[in-house]
Nanobody, 121 residues
């Protein structure tokens, strides 16, 4: 079992920056990947950025060069961050933290509660 707590959303002007955080606790040693997804009104949820347990990262084309995913860990939690720069109105969405937790070679998805990001002047 993994518990996720997100923070960091809000209202920002175009061109501004925000940092999202997601703290994972529980069975953290079985986490194989973490990532951020977003869902805008009327659209499907999409992957924004991901990071593997080995540190490899991947990004949606729409955010490359503007967003950076990273993580930090200690004995009781792993925190994944999404640094968002040069924000655009089309980045407006609810952002969800995702964790892939592997037990006996089966992967399980855990989701955060979502945090709203609004980019508007």
């Amino acid at each position: 079992q993994v518990q996720l707590v997100e923070s960091g959303g809000g209202l920002v002007q175009p061109g501004g920056s925000l940092r999202l955080s997601c703290a994972a606790s529980g069975s953290i040693f079985s986490i194989r990947a973490m990532g951020w997804y977003r869902q805008a009104p009327g659209k499907q949820r999409e992957l924004v950025a991901g990071i593997s347990s080995g540190g490899s990262t991947n990004y949606a084309d729409s955010v490359k060069g503007r967003f950076t995913i990273s993580n930090s860990r200690d004995n009781v939690k792993i925190t994944v961050y999404l640094e968002m720069n040069s924000l655009k109105p089309e980045d407006t969405a609810v952002y969800y933290c995702n964790v892939v937790h592997v037990v006996q070679n089966t992967g399980y998805d855990y989701w955060g509660q979502g945090t709203r990001v609004t980019v508007s002047s």
